[in-house]
C-alpha cells in the first residue's frame, strides 16, 4: 500500500522526476549514469528543497509583515538525526519522491542512508528540542531554534574487544544539503578583558567592557518543515570563526603562525559537543560556547527587533525566550548589559524587560547536573556579567529573602546565587529561577519534584512561577516515518488525521479484542523484528529470533538508568537455565544501545560487563537460544528509528525520582512496547493513559526511595537476604566472562556494594526479576500481549509532542498562529 497522500501534494512523481535528474546535472555536476548514492541524495534533497526554501521565505515574509510575538527557543543541543525522510514526509512528497527514484532505478532507503545523523545533541534534552520544533512548525507558531553548529557532533562509538571507543563524529565533512549560510547575519561576541567605570558629564556613571578578544558568530539556517503546513521555521545554528580585524593585524606584522593560533582558537568555540550528559565539568570553552551562542542569538533576536520598532517598551510582548535547562543561563546577565550598557536603559527597566522575556525549563533533579560556574571564571571570561549577577543577587537577597525571612541570613545564604565555599561558584538554576517568569518541569512528577525538593523556597516566594509541562514527540518521525506499516493500518482504520491529532488512534482500541486486527497489528510488529534482527546481524554477527520476545533498553549510560540492573537480571535468568535446562521460560532477547560519556569510567565498565556477558551467553550451548543478548554499537537517532517499532518490552527502569520525564518510553508505547518500569518520570503518566492492566510496574515508588535512604540504606541487607542476587554479584568477580582476567568486571559489584549503591538497585532487583516473570508469562500468551500492545499504541496520544507546544504556548508563551493552514 502507498504511504498516505497528504493535502499538500506538490510535486508527481513525473515532476520530482525530472527535478532530480536536472539537480543531478545543475546542483552535483554529474548525471543519471554516473551520478553514486551521495549524488542521488543531494540531488533529491535539492528537489525536495525548492518546495521547502519557497516555504521558507513565505513563513519569513509572513513574521516580518505581522511583527508576530515569536518563541525563541535557546538549546545548547538539538539533536535532528537525519532530515530528508522526515522533510519529504512533511512537504508531503515522499511517496512522489520514493515512486520517482524508483523509476530511476534507486531506492528511496538506499539512497536516504547517504544522509549521516545530524547528531548535535547528547540525548533526551536535544532530542525533546528537535520534536519541539517540529511541532512549532507543523503548528504554525512563530518561532526559531537557536544553538551552535558544531563542526562535530556527538561522538561515533566503536566497540572494540567489548569496550567503547569515541570516534570523531563528521556530520557535514562533504557539505548538507539542509544549510544555509547567512554571511548577512554574522554577529560579533567579545569576550575577556576588563570593566571600566566611566562618568559622563551629566555625572551619571556607566560601564564599559573592554573585551580582550572577539569572535565572529556566522549563522547557519537548517529548515524545519511543518507537516502538511504552510509554516518552515529556522533552527539558526551559530558556528565561530576568527575576527575579521583581529588577525590582520597579527598577519602583516608578520606573524601569520601566530594569526592561524587565533583562528583556531576562535574556531575551537563550535569545533565539538561536550559529551558529558547530566554531569557537569566546568570546562572555559564550555562557558564559551555557552556564552558565544546567547550572545550572537540575543543581537540577532534584537536586530529583528528593532527594524519594527524604536525603543525597547515592546520587547517582551514580541519575544519569549525559553532557556532548555541552565546551558543558555547566560543570556540573562547578556540581556541585561545590553539594556543597559548598550541601549542606556536604567536598572529597572531592564529587569522588568528580562523578568518578562525568560522562561526555564528544568530537565533534571541529579545534583551533579545542576550547573555551576567558578567566580573566578566568570570574572576572566566574561567580567561584566559577574558584575551583573552579583547586582541581580544583591537586590534578591535584600529585597524579596528579607521581605519574606526577615534578618534571616542563614536563608540568604542558603538561597544566594552564589555558592559561597573554597571555589565560590554562580548557581545557574537560581539565576534562572530568581529572573523567569516561569520555571517549568518535564512531566507531572518531575514539576512536582522540582517545587517541593529543588526549589521548595523559590516556590514559597513565588508559587504561580512554576508550572508543568509534559515531554511529547513528534508522531511524524517516532510513527509516520519510522514504522510504515503501523502508520498505513492506521490510516486504514483511524484516518489520516492521526500524525497531527494523535488522539484519534484511540478509535482503534475498539479493536483490541478483534482477532484479525490483532493479527495484523502482530504481524507488523514481527515484521519489524526481522528488520531488527536482520541489523543486529549485520552489525553484530549475532543471530536472534523474531519470534523472542525483544526487551530494550536504549538511552545514555547512567548509573540511575540502571542498565546494570537489567544486567543483573540477565545474569539471574542465565543461572537459572544452567541450573535447570528445562527452566520455564520464553526465548528472550535483550537489547542495549547506549553511550557512556567519555570519562564515566563506571558507565563504560558496564558496557563492557554487557558486552562480556553477551559473548558468553549467546555462545553458551547449554541453554539452547533461549537468551541472547545484543548490545548495538553507536546508538544514535537513526538506529532508534529502527528499534523503537521492534520493541516488545520498554525497559524504562531509573531509580524512582531520577528521571525527569523520558521520551523514549513514549516512542516505545506507540509503536506497541509494553513498558516494564517504575514509577518514575512519564511512566506515571503512561500509566494512566494506557492503563494499569496494560503496564508492568515495579520497585520502590519515589516516596520508597526517599524513606528508605533516610532511614539508611544498606545494599548489604539485600545481599545476604537474596541468594540469586549474591550469587549473580559473586559472579562478576570472578573470570567466567572474561577468561583468564578475574576481576575485570568487579567494579560494578564494588558500586553496588562498598560503593553504597546510590540507585538502590539491590533493593529493586527481587521486585524486577519478579515482575519479569509476569512479563515473560504475559508475553507468551500472544492474544493478550496483541490486545495490550494494541492498547498501548491507542492509548498514548497524550505524548504528541504537538500537545506539548500547546501547553507551553498556553501557559507560559501565549503565542497567535501566524499562518494558519
Ligand atoms: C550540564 C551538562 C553537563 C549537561 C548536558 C546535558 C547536563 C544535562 C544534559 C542533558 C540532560 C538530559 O538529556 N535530560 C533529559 O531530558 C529529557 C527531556 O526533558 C528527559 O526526558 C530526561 O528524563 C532527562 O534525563
Known amino acids: 500500500k502507498k504511504a498516505k497522500a497528504t493535502n499538500t501534494v506538490a510535486l508527481s512523481k513525473d515532476q520530482f522526476k525530472d527535478a532530480i535528474v536536472k539537480h543531478l546535472r545543475s546542483t552535483c555536476g554529474t548525471d543519471e549514469a554516473r551520478a553514486n548514492n551521495q549524488a542521488w541524495w543531494k540531488a533529491t534533497c535539492a528537489a525536495v528543497n525548492e518546495l521547502v526554501f519557497d516555504r521558507l521565505t513565505e513563513t519569513s515574509k509572513a513574521n516580518a509583515d505581522k511583527d508576530s510575538r515569536a518563541v525563541h527557543y535557546l538549546s545548547l543541543e538539538f539533536l535532528m538525526g537525519r532530515l530528508t525522510v522526515n522533510n519529504m514526509h512533511n512537504v508531503g512528497v515522499f511517496g512522489a519522491a520514493r515512486d520517482a527514484l524508483a523509476d530511476l532505478g534507486k531506492d528511496v532507503n538506499d539512497i536516504c542512508d547517504e544522509e549521516p545523523d545530524m547528531a548535535l545533541g547528547n540525548g533526551g534534552l536535544g532530542r525533546l528540542a528537535a520534536c519541539f520544533i517540529d511541532s512549532l512548525a507543523t503548528l504554525n507558531y512563530p518561532a526559531v531554534g537557536y544553538g551552535i553548529h558544531y563542526e562535530h557532533g556527538l561522538f561515533r562509538q566503536e566497540i572494540q574487544g567489548g569496550r567503547q571507543i569515541e570516534r570523531p563524529d563528521s556530520w557535514r565533512e562533504y557539505g548538507n544539503p539542509w544549510e544555509i549560510c547567512r554571511p548577512e547575519s554574522i554577529q560579533e561576541v567579545p569576550l575577556y578583558g576588563y570593566v571600566e567605570t566611566v562618568f559622563g558629564e551629566d555625572g551619571k ?10 569572535i565572529k558568530g556566522v549563522p547557519w539556517d537548517i529548515p524545519v518543515v511543518g507537516y502538511e503546513a504552510k509554516t518552515v521555521n529556522v533552527l539558526r545554528l551559530w558556528e565561530s570563526k576568527a575576527a575579521d580585524f583581529f588577525d590582520w593585524d597579527v598577519f602583516n606584522a608578520g606573524g601569520y603562525i601566530d594569526s592561524q593560533s587565533e583562528k583556531s582558537q576562535a574556531e575551537a568555540v563550535s569545533k565539538v559537543l561536550y559529551p558529558n550528559d547530566e554531569s557537569e565539568a566546568g570546562k572555559e570553552l564550555r562557558l564559551i560556547q555557552q556564552y558565544f551562542f546567547c550572545a550572537c542569538s540575543l543581537k540577532d533576536i534584537i536586530r529583528r527587533y528593532k527594524r519594527n520598532h524604536s525603543d525597547f517598551s515592546q520587547f517582551s510582548k514580541q519575544a519569549v525566550i525559553q532557556l532548555n ?14 539594556l543597559i550598557d548598550e541601549e542606556g536603559l536604567v536598572w529597572d527597566d531592564a529587569w522588568k524587560i528580562c523578568t518578562e522575556t525568560f522562561a526555564y525549563t528544568n530537565h533534571t533533579l541529579l545534583p551533579e547536573a545542576l550547573e555551576k560556574w567558578a567566580v573566578y571564571l566568570f570574572e576572566k571570561v566574561l567580567p561584566r556579567h559577574l558584575e551583573i549577577i552579583y547586582e541581580i543577587n544583591r537586590r534578591f537577597l535584600e529585597d524579596e529573602v528579607e521581605a519574606k525571612w526577615p534578618g534571616n541570613d542563614e536563608m540568604k545564604r542558603h538561597l544566594s546565587i552564589i555558592e559561597e565555599g573554597e571555589t565560590r561558584m554562580v548557581r545557574m538554576a537560581y539565576l534562572c529561577v530568581v529572573t523567569c517568569f516561569k520555571t517549568n518541569g518535564v512531566a507531572a512528577m518531575h514539576s512536582e519534584l522540582v517545587k517541593e525538593d529543588l526549589f521548595p523556597e523559590f516556590y514559597e516566594l513565588w508559587p504561580e512561577r512554576f508550572v508543568n509541562v509534559t515531554n511529547g514527540v513528534t508522531p511524524r518521525r517516532w510513527l509516520l516515518a519510522c514504522n510504515e506499516q503501523l502508520a498505513n493500518m492506521y490510516n486504514e482504520t483511524v484516518g489520516t488525521d492521526w500524525p497531527r491529532k494523535l488522539d484519534e488512534l484511540k478509535g482503534a482500541a475498539k ?36 519470534d523472542a520476545m525483544f526487551n530494550v533498553l536504549i538511552k545514555r549510560l547512567h548509573e540511575y538508568k540502571r542498565q546494570h540492573l537489567a544486567l543483573l537480571h540477565i545474569l539471574a535468568l542465565y543461572r537459572r537455565l544452567l541450573e535447570n535446562p528445562d527452566y520455564d521460560m520464553g ?102 493513559e494506557v492503563g494499569d492492566e496494560n503496564i508492568f510496574i515495579f520497585g520502590m515508588d519515589c516516596d520508597e526511595v526517599k524513606a528508605l535512604k533516610a532511614a539508611g540504606y544498606n545494599p ?62 504475559a508475553y507468551r500468551d500472544q492474544k493478550k500481549w496483541a490486545k495490550m500492545a494494541i492498547i498501548n499504541s491507542a492509548s498514548v496520544g497524550k505524548f504528541n509532542s504537538d500537545r506539548s507546544i500547546e501547553d507551553y504556548v498556553d501557559r507560559i508563551w501565549k503565542l497567535e498562529k501566524v499562518m494558519p493552514n
Request: with cysteine.
Open 205 to 214: 556613571m556607566r560601564k564599559v567592557w573592554h573585551a580582550g578578544r572577539q
Open 587 to 688: 526465548p528472550q532477547v535483550f537489547i542495549f544501545g547506549s553511550k557512556a560519556a567519555p570519562g564515566y569510567k563506571l558507565a563504560k565498565d558496564i558496557i563492557y560487563a554487557i558486552n562480556k556477558v553477551a559473548d558468553k551467553v549467546n555462545n553458551d550451548p547449554r541453554i539452547k537460544d533461549k537468551l541472547k543478548v545484543v548490545f548495538m554499537p553507536n546508538y544514535r537517532v537513526t538506529l532508534a528509528e529502527k528499534l523503537f517499532p521492534a520493541g516488545d518490552v520498554s525497559l524504562q527502569i531509573s531509580t524512582a525520582g531520577y528521571e525527569a520525564s523520558g521520551t523514549g518510553n513514549m516512542k516505545f508505547a506507540l509503536n506497541g512496547a509494553l513498558t516494564l518500569g517504575t514509577m518514575d518520570g512519564a511512566n506515571v503518566e503512561i500509566r494512566e
Open 511 to 546: 479493536f483490541a479484542d478483534d482477532a484479525k486486527f490483532q493479527k495484523n497489528f502482530m504481524a507488523i510488529k514481527r515484521e519489524k523484528k526481522v528488520e531488527l534482527a536482520d541489523k543486529i546481524e549485520e552489525l553484530c554477527g549475532i543471530k536472534v529470533s523474531p
Open 716 to 777: 548489604w541487607d539485600y545481599y545476604y537476604g537474596n541468594p540469586e542476587l549474591k550469587a549473580v554479584l559473586d559472579w562478576l568477580e570472578t573470570d567466567f566472562f572474561t577468561p583468564g582476567a578475574p576481576g575485570e568486571l568487579a567494579s560494578i559489584k564494588h558500586s553496588l556494594l562498598e560503593g553504597g549503591d546510590p540507585y538502590l538497585v539491590l533493593a529493586d532487583f527481587e521486585s524486577f526479576t519478579t515482575q519479569y516473570t509476569a512479563v515473560d508469562v
Open 325 to 338: 535547562d541552565t546551558h543558555p543561563t547566560v543570556a540573562i546577565p547578556e540581556l541585561m548589559r545590553i
